[in-house]
């Protein structure tokens, strides 16, 4: 069984940063894939960021340029380095892990935090 424990989550100013991290605890192979996903208020969840076993990574459109996915393997920790934050960033941000990196990226991962709530305002 793995466990997925995100922070870093909380209210910053539009334009701002904030860093979630994704703590993952027990039978974790640093195989696996590993993504951020988030969901807003009325919308279905969506894929954010990707990086796979070998370190390629992937971003969706609208966030590229602004957030980077970075992982530490010594410490089982992966990362979202998110800047120039906008509003419609606002969501809950939830950390996910996957041996196959296409069931993944499809939202159907074997292994889910429990999120950690992001609010952009102006």
């Known amino acids: 069984q793995v466990q997925l424990v995100e922070s870093g989550g909380g209210s910053v100013q539009t334009g701002g940063s904030l860093r979630l991290s994704c703590a993952a605890y027990?039978?974790?192979?640093?195989?696996?894939?590993m993504g951020w996903f988030r969901q807003a208020p009325g919308k279905e969840r969506e894929g954010v960021a990707f990086?796979?076993?070998?370190?390629?990574?992937s971003y969706k459109d609208s966030i590229k340029g602004r957030f980077t996915i970075s992982q530490d393997n010594t410490k089982n920790t992966l990362y979202l380095q998110m800047n120039s934050l906008k509003s419609e960033d606002t969501a809950t941000y939830y950390c996910?892990?996957?041996?196959?990196?296409?069931?993944?990226?499809?939202?159907?991962?074997?292994?889910w935090g429990q999120g950690t709530q992001v609010t952009v305002s102006s």
């Open positions: 990086i796979d076993s070998s370190g390629a990574t």
């Open positions: 996910a892990a996957d041996p196959l990196r296409a069931r993944l990226f499809e939202g159907g991962a074997k292994y």
């Open positions: 027990g039978y974790f192979y640093t195989t696996y894939s």
